[in-house]
């Protein structure tokens, strides 16, 4: 069915083009290609290949909100939604999907984000008639490989237990990672901040 995946780039679409008459952000090509792979991989894990891959999403509070918190939310909850630097965008995969039906809970995931970004463009920018300089904050992606559970393969005693984990399956536990941050790479025993 293309409905949905319709309807979710038209979505994405329309926030592109608000970006692009925002004097804060601008129109970014790199994440209007972004928005178009992520709706095309959901409808190929929907339609082709049947859930085999789990888009999966993480967030923990950074220090950088404080900072400009018109952008990058005043609170936890407009933080979730704007403060890039606390995201990550994951992919899960299981390296046992329809080969070991016993083991395909458990997943290899992939991760993205970003750290260091005060403004939209830069770490240098005016706000309500103040100059602002963060430049000494270096701007980075992320990127992580770790462990995780994909709680739509595992069976239960009680249903409504696997029916409640499969509405949250979206949530990335914050299980060990590997982060690749810059020129560094670190071990996190549990992924809550950079």
């Given amino acids: ?25 601008g129109f970014s090509w790199g994440d209007l290609l972004s928005n178009t792979m992520g709706v095309g991989m959901f409808y190929v894990n929907q339609s082709i290949v049947s859930y085999w891959l ?17 952008l990058l939310g005043k ?11 606390g995201q990550t965008y994951w ?4 390296p046992f999907y329809r080969w070991n039906k016993k083991m395909e809970w458990f ?33 980075q992606q992320q990127f992580y490989l770790s462990i ?3 709680w739509s393969k595992l069976h239960f005693r009680k249903k409504w237990v696997g029916r409640w984990l499969s509405v949250i399956n979206w949530i990335k536990l914050p299980l060990p990672a590997f982060e690749w941050k810059g020129n560094n790479f670190y071990f996190r025993p549990l992924l809550f901040s950079n």
């Fill in 54 to 70: 789990v888009p999966k999403f993480s967030f923990y509070p950074t220090s950088y909100a404080k900072l400009n918190s018109s």
């Fill in 148 to 150: 995780d559970v994909d």
């Fill in 1 to 25: 069915d293309i409905i949905a995946p319709s309807v979710a780039f038209s979505y994405l679409l329309s926030i592109e083009i608000m970006d692009g008459f925002s004097s804060g952000w």
């Fill in 91 to 94: 992919i899960s995969v299981s």
């Fill in 75 to 85: 609170n936890t909850s407009e933080q979730i939604i704007k403060d890039y630097n």
């Fill in 107 to 139: 997943c290899i995931s992939f991760g993205y984000g970003i750290d260091g970004s005060i403004g939209a463009r830069s770490n240098v920018f005016y706000r309500d008639r103040q100059y602002y300089d963060y430049s000494y904050i270096k701007r």
